[in-house]
């Protein structure tokens, strides 16, 4: 085969390769989607299912507001022996076994609307610990989302450099057939071994960085990642415009609700602080059984029943200072919720421009792709007519590389960006996302342990994630 039949047969290898850069490993059947992967992340990450454990215990805000409102029943007994040493005169030594049961019942009739505050606090609480599990969800949610197509990214660039170092072996092998036909120079050879050398260097980083994403991906969705394909985008999620995406982020980001709901809860807190400079109002009952007490055969039975005011005079100053703290933490959590807002839509507003520039990379990646293989074949024929020398032919090969790894981040940003603007405007669900999942539904523990006031820490129930 003549050397120009073997540049021109490697060229057209070359371009059918990059006809479609970004579907790698298209003919594996094995291929995961990234529906799937999104699927086994909702179903398995710990991340979420810690956020789950989380709201599970914050929902135990409500029974514990609801129990300072319940009565206080105790039951206390006593035994022993009462041995006294007397004279006979006296009446002589006496032993007696006395003992006592006693029931208290105190019920609280007024907290200074402590109780009250403190449901409204903890119903907050839980708010914005369903905000937080949702934010929990869509971040990692996008982490899959990102790695997996750093994945994908990844092995298209690898494939390049093995592409790259194939072409740069078929240009030093045509080098030094040129160079003993005395058709080429030494320092043609010497360049072509140079740029293969250095292609081979690249090669490493790229496995590298692939091995990388890999461990992400795995650390991620909980399995290795199995041929990874460029992914269908769901458009329908997509807001119209810029404003209408800035305003749909400000009603539904979770990070924006659950601030609100954190400045919610503090308010509550300083009114529930504030109940303990009031007096409180409890009705009081007890009733006690004693026996052989005072003589032998002695039994005494006593019931009480009172009311008791407490008023607080002076407490030291120390109510006063929660008070002065829980105004503060107030202020705090409204300038953050005000700086969530912010930064959720400066978020928006870059994840909307990134998806711009995205796309014009890939439209000047493709344009790129077709001028360089263009350009790269021209070359060639002039070097085969000895108008061209073999470093043209190098830095055309590495300018078709180039465009072909630009191609491929292009794609690669324009779903991280799509996605990551799904999950900045509060539509990166699994509900939205239509995966083949159960959701998780909060409100089932909730309802669970919102009135569960009397399981005497005897039972302990362990919920599905």
């Not at 208290?104 to 839980?126: C, D, M, Y």
């Not at 990388?212 to 969705?221: E, K, P, Q």
């Not at 909980?222 to 460029?230: E, I, K, N, V």
């Not at 191609?407 to 991280?416: E, T």
Request: hydrophobic fraction near 40%.
């Amino acid at each position: 085969m003549s050397l120009h039949m073997l540049l021109n047969s490697r060229l057209i290898r070359i371009a059918a390769c990059t006809l479609v850069p970004i579907i790698v490993w298209a003919s594996n059947t094995h291929a995961e989607r990234l529906r799937e992967a999104l699927r086994h992340t909702y179903e398995n990450n710990p991340e979420i299912k810690a956020a789950r454990a989380r709201l599970r215990a914050i929902d135990e805000k409500t029974p514990q507001a609801l129990s300072n409102h319940m009565p206080q029943v105790g039951l206390s007994g006593e035994y022993g022996l009462n041995k006294k040493y007397r004279s006979i005169a006296a009446g002589g030594n006496s032993k007696l076994y006395p003992g006592t049961v006693e029931l208290t019942v105190s019920q609280p009739l007024f907290r200074g609307f402590r109780t009250l505050h403190a449901l409204k606090k903890a119903k907050a609480s839980i708010l914005a610990g369903r905000e937080s599990l949702k934010s929990t969800e869509q971040t990692v949610l996008l982490d899959a989302v990102t790695a997996y197509m750093d994945v994908l990214r990844d092995a298209q660039i690898v494939q390049h450099r093995k592409r790259n170092i194939a072409v740069l072996r078929r240009h030093l092998r045509a080098a030094r057939r040129r160079l003993e036909v005395g058709a080429a120079s030494k320092t043609d050879e010497a360049q072509a071994r140079l740029r293969l050398a250095r292609a081979r260097a690249e090669l490493g980083p790229a496995k590298a960085r692939l091995r990388a994403s890999r461990a992400r991906y795995a650390s991620i969705v909980g399995h290795a990642p199995s041929a990874p394909q460029l992914p269908r985008l769901h458009r329908s999620l997509m807001p119209r415009n810029l404003g209408e995406a800035i305003e749909q982020a400000a009603a539904i980001n979770p990070a924006i609700l659950e601030s609100r709901h954190a400045e919610e809860a503090a308010r509550n807190e300083i009114n529930e602080v504030k109940g303990e400079l009031l007096p409180t109002v409890n009705l009081e009952a007890s009733y006690s059984w004693r026996h052989n007490y005072l003589s032998r055969g002695n039994r005494e039975r006593d019931m009480t029943i009172m009311g008791r005011v407490n008023m607080p005079l002076y407490q030291g100053g120390n109510v006063v200072s929660r008070i002065r703290e829980a105004r503060q933490t107030r202020a705090q959590r409204r300038y953050e919720a005000a700086s969530s807002q912010a930064q959720i839509q400066a978020r928006v507003i870059a994840a909307w421009e990134q998806i711009a520039a995205a796309k014009a990379q890939i439209a000047a990646g493709k344009y790129e792709i077709a001028a360089a293989r263009q350009a790269l074949k021209g070359v060639r024929k002039e070097y085969l007519a000895g108008q061209r020398t073999m470093l043209d032919v190098l830095d055309a090969t590495q300018e078709l590389t180039s465009a072909e790894i630009s191609l491929s981040n292009g794609y690669h940003d324009k779903v991280v960006a799509h996605y990551t603007l799904l999950a900045t405007v509060g539509v990166l669900t699994s509900a939205d996302l239509q995966l083949d999942v159960v959701p998780y539904q909060p409100k089932i523990n909730r309802e669970r342990v919102k009135y569960n006031l009397v399981d005497l820490g005897l039972r302990l129930q362990i919920l599905p994630d």
